[in-house]
């Protein structure tokens, strides 16, 4: 009878291994670049090289609510324009639901094409506000 209990328990105990996840995917070159999840520094580095990074968020998120990342692209030297060292940051944000998967929300920094203008920026940033079911 406790064998047939515990099985009766366990089958209507919601596993933890199909929830949803939220997955952050950067890649990045030329630049100093900083992520943000609600505030709490997660990343931050700088890289003349492609850097490819795959974060899981589902520690970093908070139980329900507002979620806001936050990223910047940065110059890695002061003297080094963005568009010297081809700069760019992309950011992609997709939510893992067993087998599928779904885009929440792409940035690809710079969102301008360089040009030959004197005045680069010092830092260009963008942000992803989602929604927690």
Known sequence: MLLIAGFFILSFVKNPGLEDKYELSLVAKGCHFQVMV???????????????????LNEELTDSGQQKIDVKMLRISREMPLR??????????????????????????????????????????????FTLD
Request: zero cysteines.
């Open 38 to 56: 609600n505030e709490k520094m997660i990343l931050d580095s700088k890289s003349y090289q492609m850097v490819t990074k795959n974060i899981n």
């Open 84 to 129: 010297t060292t081809q700069a760019f940051v992309n950011l992609k944000l997709e939510k893992k639901s067993g087998d599928s998967v779904t885009l929440v929300k792409e940035i690809k920094l710079p969102t301008f094409p360089y040009d030959e203008d004197e005045k680069q920026p010092q830092s260009i940033g963008g942000s992803i506000e």
